[in-house]
């Protein structure tokens, strides 16, 4: 069956550190894979996305992703945080085919320490 | 900018009323969505709309209906409201029928049912 993990429900930053937040998916090939952005009080928004190509992605705010093929992930990453930075960020993998619909994982909460 | 509204951002409402939640996105797409997100859960389809009169279950439909008269407008309605549907609702659309296709949502509707 589909799945995405989302691994940590919390990750706490300095202001100015770097950023990875994990997600793993179980899926039969290579799916499209997403990372959206919920600020609070807020819907979610694209940071980017990934369907073939190469594997490192650029999004929105300075954000990358890396598709590694071999380990199942596509990990978001950022080099140095800012506070607005704060907010909850979800993974999520869509099919090959014709479905329209997207699997999320369960979210990792960004807190980021002044 | 695609923009997807929602009718309200809170709602409270008693146990055994009927329920309308409303989304209107203004970018002529043909998908729409409704999720149901919840903490520590992410983000899970209750139905979603290809076309006009057009609707699938998603993963938890229980409990839910939805209506598509119109292509920007896509209602979801729980026809006897419990507490165990108090939570955060999310809207989506996205065009065409390309498999990956960016997801857009709207601001969410935070249900409260007493």
């Known amino acids: 069956a589909q799945s995405v993990t989302q691994p940590d429900i919390h990750i706490t930053v300095s202001e100015g550190a770097s950023l990875e937040l994990r997600c793993n998916y179980s899926?039969?090939?290579?799916?499209?894979l997403f990372w959206y952005v919920q600020s609070p009080g807020q819907g979610l928004q694209l940071l980017l996305k990934?369907?073939?190509?190469?594997?490192l992605v650029q999004g929105i705010k300075g954000f990358e992703a890396e598709f590694k093929r071999s380990q199942s992930s596509f990990n978001l990453r950022k080099p140095s945080v800012h506070w607005s930075d704060a907010a909850e960020y979800f993974c999520?993998?869509?099919?090959?085919?014709?479905?329209?619909?997207?699997?999320f994982g369960s979210g990792t909460r960004l807190l980021v320490r002044p | 900018d695609v923009k997807v509204t929602q009718s309200s951002r809170y709602l409270v409402k008693r146990t055994g009323e009927k329920v309308f939640l409303e989304c209107v996105q203004d970018?002529?797409?043909?998908?729409m969505f409704w999720y149901r997100q919840d903490p520590g859960l992410g983000l899970r389809l209750i139905y979603f709309?290809?076309?006009?009169?057009?609707?699938e279950k998603g993963d938890i439909p229980e409990g839910y209906s939805v209506s598509r008269e119109k292509k920007e407008r896509f209602s979801l309605i729980l026809e006897s409201a419990s507490t165990n549907q108090t939570s955060m609702y999310l809207c989506?659309?996205?065009?065409?029928?390309?498999?990956?296709?960016?997801?857009?949502f709207g601001p969410g509707t935070r249900l409260l049912v007493l």
């Open positions: 999520a993998v869509g099919p090959m085919d014709s479905s329209y619909k997207l699997i």
């Open positions: 970018m002529d797409h043909e998908n």
């Open positions: 899926y039969g090939a290579t799916p499209y």
């Open positions: 990934y369907f073939s190509g190469d594997t």
């Open positions: 709309s290809y076309d006009v009169k057009m609707k």
């Open positions: 989506a659309s996205t065009r065409g029928t390309l498999a990956g296709a960016t997801q857009y």
